[in-house]
């Protein structure tokens, strides 16, 4: 038995949070002898989409992939580093655009290897309660196949671990996907609320899941975002311009680690990172 593994990191916001994932990521890293790190760095250009610098020092603090959702699009300028960045994704879902079918920016599911092991990594997004983009569940099949041909044709033979970011606002949505999914991919889990749930496990037919991996910044804060101007707008119902949290308050960095045999590609074990 093989074992690798894993640590998937909620949603970066802001400075603050990009600051506390250089400071934390690469001790974590360090001290849980980590092969394969996942981040979702989609709010961390002041809360809304990435810069190239953002993607960058993501990747300089141990980032081995950088995944995304629906505020990816935020930056127009952002496109063309989505196009020609191999370890950035946005949801594989996204549709392509018509008259004329035209392929969006960048892609959803990439291959990565590190260490003799191949990662196979898929950024997903939800449709409940968000736009109505591509079916999940059906790309999550188009890539599944696609997975499994690789392995049969690979000629070296090399382990493949499949690990999903679904980025959704729904619970009941995520966790559909989870045992959809179970089985067919190491582990699966649930980005864009930014609050950390309590529900990791290892699902029936073998993958580590959990509903939401939490949020990378400012502790005291709504969703990472400015308490008082979250409030304003759910009291008045004015659609305030939100900033992210300011301040000298403590900040976090949250999500999971998951030992994984990378023969079968089961996860063993699964555990929440919850620092401040």
């Known amino acids: 038995m093989q074992i690798v593994r894993a640590a998937m990191i909620g949603d970066i916001v802001g400075c603050r949070g990009l600051e506390t994932l250089e400071e934390e990521l690469p001790v974590l890293v360090r001290e849980q002898r980590i092969d394969f790190v996942t981040v979702n760095g989609e709010n961390a250009a002041d809360g809304f989409g990435m810069t190239e610098k953002d993607f960058h020092r993501i990747i300089a603090s141990g980032a081995d992939a950088v995944t995304s959702g629906n505020h990816i699009w935020e930056k127009r300028e952002f496109w063309p580093v989505l196009e020609n960045e191999k370890k950035l994704l946005r949801p594989e879902n996204y549709p392509c655009g018509i008259p004329h079918n035209e392929k969006i920016p960048g892609k959803g599911f990439v291959y990565i290897e590190k260490n003799g092991i191949i990662w196979a990594v898929i950024n997903l997004q939800g ?112 659609l305030y311009h939100m900033e992210v949290a300011a301040g000298n308050n403590t900040s976090q960095i949250q999500g999971i ?20």
């Open 127 to 238: 449709r409940e309660l968000m736009n109505a983009i591509d079916c999940p569940f059906r790309c999550f099949n188009r890539c599944h196949d696609e997975i499994k041909s690789f392995i049969n044709n690979q000629a070296d033979g090399k382990p493949v671990i499949t690990i999903v970011d679904f980025h959704a606002e729904s619970s009941r949505e995520k966790e559909a996907l989870g045992f959809y999914a179970d089985g067919r991919a190491s582990l699966i889990t649930g980005t864009h609320t930014h609050v950390q749930t309590a529900d990791e496990r290892i699902l029936p037919k073998g993958s580590g899941y959990i509903t939401d991996l939490g949020m990378t910044g400012i502790t005291e804060s709504v969703i990472g975002m400015d308490p008082q101007i979250c409030l304003e707008r759910v009291r008045k119902q004015v």
């Open 257 to 276: 680690i998951a030992d994984i045999d990378a023969e079968t590609g089961k996860a063993v074990s699964i555990k929440r990172i919850q620092n401040d």
